[in-house]
């Protein structure tokens, strides 16, 4: 299979199978477990599972240090691994325009493959369709995960009082700057990379090395931090105090975001974490996280408070507060 | 002794014909600007120019309406004529950052250039990112406040302070060919921690 995405690569026919029989399924390797069948039939060990799916979109579907094939994998790898879940199986949907190169496919099929693998997550079905050229801009993928919840203890924002302390687990802003530098040519492309990362692995070792200790996990991709935060005082009827001295922002991200004028609270990321933990064991918590390859940055950056004025409130170094809004609209498209 | 290039931004036909706005400050600074880079090519700086090439498959490329302006071999595209002199360097750039995916870096390198004195239009968007590029690159950033145009001028004043804040050292025309017929050039020193 070689050339371009035709039409009929997608009708189901002839054209379809040899898409996936040459280059998708051999592609993906170990890490394709499905039997080509209409359904996946699958064993779990355990009798609580936790499911989630996500659509990516990301403009361009290359980045410094990554693909849309990478994304798609880690971001629903991450989404289970913070409600607890042991990540297990993947679907793995694509939507390409028609003249969609099959090289770049091949590259994103090796992307998915090397991720999954690394996460050791069995993509056990999957879907192609084809669309025509200008109906969507080259490569749409959707992936739905199964998880297996082992862990024990309870987590959620209900689980979130005053006292608790906010973990943020990597740099903040720096996929979105990636991605807007790439965009324009502006310059931070190569000093600012993506966190694009599978995180089930920290999770697991929070989790292992600190059951009792975690509230909340939360994914800090669209709407950043700012999002999160406030999404979790609403939902746990808290308000939540941050420093801005302790927040883990790269100096030339904070530049960039200078620069165009975005706040990198508000940034989405592919790669980061926010804990909600016991505040009496927080240090020890993120030294745990920063352990893992992925967590070096980590940062202990809040507390929670009984609610009070601002759900979220932005503490500057003379002790100044001010108000971290929710987002209604401003979020920048196509990031993930 | 610093080894200086001057690298001037999109000071191309079709790009300063925009709108009145662009025309009317490009036209006030060119006077300044060229008899600046008259100084500087006596002083044996080499003089860069950056043009930008929209191409035709970027979809990101600006539009004027329906058509697309500086496209490669197009009138529009061309340096405008006052600024430009046979000895002088042209480097086609597709993007705002004139390292961008462009053998910049390389031809400043093999002239042995250590600093980059960033002008041209405009000061918050091609020199801005030109500029921080060239930073994280190791090059020590000076900008020229009257050397540099914006169509609005406080985008220009908001553009410049971020440059004094993070990356470049901000002076005029005249006392950088001052400094630099003295062999003192300005270095970058202060970055600003955010």
């Known amino acids: ?336 | 002794v610093a080894r200086c290039a001057v690298l001037t931004n999109d000071l191309q036909y079709d790009l300063v014909n925009k709108n009145e706005e662009r025309r009317t400050a490009v036209e006030t600074f060119t006077p300044k600007m060229t008899s600046f880079l008259a100084e500087m090519r006596m002083l044996g700086v080499p003089i860069v120019h950056l043009q930008l090439i929209n191409k035709e498959d970027d979809p990101r490329a600006e539009r004027y309406g329906d058509w697309l302006p500086v496209t490669k071999g197009s009138d529009g595209a061309r340096i405008i004529a006052q600024f430009l002199d046979d000895k002088d360097i042209v480097v086609e750039k597709n993007k705002d950052s004139g390292f961008y995916e462009t053998d910049l870096d390389e031809r400043l390198r093999e002239l042995g250039v250590d600093t980059v004195i960033i002008t041209g239009m405009q000061t918050q968007i091609c020199v801005q990112t030109t500029a921080a590029d060239g930073f994280f690159r190791g090059y020590n950033v000076i900008v020229p406040s009257d050397g540099v145009v914006s169509a609005r001028p406080e985008d220009q004043a908001r553009a410049l302070e971020w440059l004094r804040s993070y990356c470049a050292t901000i002076t005029t025309t005249d006392e950088l060919v001052q400094a630099v017929a003295a062999g003192e050039v300005p270095q970058f020193e202060v970055v600003a921690i955010p």
């Open chain 1, 1 to 336: 299979v070689s050339g371009l995405i035709q039409l009929d690569h997608g009708t189901g026919g002839g054209m379809s199978q040899e898409l996936i029989a040459d280059l998708i399924a051999p592609g993906l390797g170990s890490a394709h477990h499905g039997r080509m069948e209409d359904s996946a039939v699958l064993s779990l060990e355990s009798d609580r599972i936790a499911v989630t799916t996500d659509s990516f979109v990301i403009d361009p579907i290359f980045f410094g240090n990554g693909d849309i094939g990478k994304l798609a994998v880690c971001g629903t790898i991450n989404d289970l691994a913070v409600s607890g879940a042991i990540p297990r199986f993947l679907t793995l949907a694509l939507v390409l325009e028609e003249g969609f190169p099959i090289a770049d496919l091949e590259r994103i099929i090796d992307s998915v493959r090397e991720a999954a693998s690394g996460a050791e997550v069995a993509i056990v079905a999957g879907d192609t369709k084809v669309v025509r050229g200008g109906e969507i801009d080259k490569i749409f993928i959707n992936t739905t995960g199964v998880g297996e919840l082992h862990h024990r203890g309870e987590l959620g924002m209900r689980h979130v009082s005053p006292g608790d302390a906010v973990i943020v687990t990597s740099w903040l802003g720096n996929h979105s700057i990636h991605i807007l530098s790439l965009r324009e040519g502006l310059g931070f492309e190569e000093r600012i990379l993506s966190d694009c990362a599978a995180l089930d692995g920290l999770v697991w070792n929070v989790l292992e090395e600190h059951p009792n200790d975690v509230r909340c996990m939360r994914d800090v991709t669209r709407g950043g931090l700012g999002t999160v935060l406030n999404e979790v005082a609403d939902g746990a009827g808290v308000s939540v105090s941050i420093d801005r001295g302790r927040l883990p922002i790269q100096h030339e991200t904070a530049m960039a975001a200078d620069m165009l004028g975005v706040n990198p609270l508000y940034l989405a990321n592919e790669g980061c974490l926010c804990l909600f933990v016991d505040g009496e064991f927080a240090q020890e918590v993120v030294e745990t996280v920063r352990l893992h390859p992925h967590g070096r940055a980590a940062q202990i950056v809040g507390t929670v408070r009984e609610r009070g004025v601002n759900a979220v409130a932005l503490r500057e170094e003379d002790g100044e507060e001010s108000a971290v809004e929710i987002l209604y609209g401003a979020e920048l498209p196509r990031l993930c």
